[in-house]
């Protein structure tokens, strides 16, 4: 398959979601005028993000609505369960163990971990907050396949090190520094200073 952007990934976030809507209010089809206006882009834009994945709809009919969503959500992957580990129990990490939707997509929480040794042996939502001791054990344990980092800045790296050496090769990062990574290892950044200073720009501007 061809190298498919993170812009049109994101796209395709957004195309499921905009299809679970109409789903839930009865729409049956949908045209790609239609997707477009619904997320203020082109309906060019819509088949062309569509088109590298095979061809959905008729001309003239549209898109059902029900279909492509499923076909959207196998395309992410949504059609099966992924356990997630949770490095870093702090304010934010409470906060994404709470966040419902995680499990409603498939993301399910397997497994967390924090130096903190007030924390440590302690239980949220029936998950034992665990050390970094035997990391490579509960990891390979609870079949972890993606990663959540939730720590200071200057722990980041040898977060991230550690769990590639258990297998890890996926991660969402929330520390706010860059990490390096081998080939065939993906990071995600979630940085909402950034997010916040790029509004701050504008409303400068």
Request: hydrophobic letters at 40%.
């Amino acid at each position: 398959m061809k190298k498919i952007s993170d812009s049109t990934i994101s796209r395709l976030s957004k195309y499921y979601r905009t299809l679970s809507r109409l789903v839930e209010k009865g729409v049956e089809t949908v045209s790609s005028q239609g997707m477009a206006d619904l997320n203020n882009i082109t309906s060019a834009q819509v088949r062309k993000d569509l088109s590298f994945f095979g061809s959905f709809g008729k001309r003239g009919l549209g898109y059902n609505t029900k279909i492509l969503r499923d076909e959207i959500g196998r395309i992410l992957g949504l059609n099966k369960k992924w356990s997630i580990a949770l490095v870093g129990v702090g304010n934010i990490g409470r906060a994404l163990l709470d966040y419902e939707e995680f499990r409603k997509q498939g993301f399910l929480f397997r497994a967390l971990f924090d130096k903190d040794p007030h924390k440590i042996g302690s239980e949220i939502n029936g998950l034992v907050i665990h050390s970094d001791e035997n990391i490579c054990e509960i990891i390979d344990k609870e079949g972890i396949e993606i990663a959540i980092i939730a720590v200071p800045a200057k722990f980041a790296q040898q977060v991230v090190d550690a769990l590639v050496e258990c297998g890890v090769r996926a991660f969402l990062n929330f520390a706010p520094v860059a990490v390096k990574v081998p080939e065939g290892v993906q990071v995600k950044y979630e940085n909402m200073s950034i997010e916040l200073e790029a509004l701050s720009f504008f409303l400068t501007r």
